[in-house]
């Protein structure tokens, strides 16, 4: 069974910068793809941003240019690195990983952003 678990969350002021982690029970580079969602409350989940197993991303139109996707392939995380934060991007920050179409999630860290 794969086992997500989130790191980096905490609360930050509007145009500071947040990193945060994900390491996952097995290698990152086996899983189909690896993404980055976040809740904020009375919303749904959304998707941040994601990279599959060639290395593509895509991400959020709210967040192309301030957040990156990152494979850390020696620690065996897949990073957020979170720039320029926005008062919106307050949530709860979820990793997930999709391996042969069945999808994990982590338990989520709470990003928040004051402004």
């Known amino acids: 069974q794969v086992h997500l678990v989130e790191s980096g969350g905490g609360v930050v002021q509007a145009g500071e910068w947040l990193r945060l982690s994900c390491a996952a029970s097995?290698?990152?580079?086996?899983?189909?793809?690896m993404g980055w969602y976040r809740q904020a409350q009375g919303n749904e989940r959304e998707l941040v941003a994601s990279?599959?197993?060639?290395?593509?991303?895509e991400y959020a139109d709210s967040v192309m240019g301030r957040f990156f996707i990152l494979r850390q392939n020696a620690e065996n995380t897949v990073d957020l690195q979170m720039n320029s934060l926005k008062p919106e991007d307050t949530g709860v920050y979820y990793c997930?990983?999709?391996?042969?179409?069945?999808?994990?999630w982590g338990q989520g860290t709470q990003v928040t952003v004051s402004s």
């Open positions: 997930n990983a999709v391996l042969l179409g069945r999808t994990t």
């Open positions: 990279i599959n197993v060639g290395g593509r991303t």
């Open positions: 097995e290698n990152i580079f086996n899983f189909n793809s």
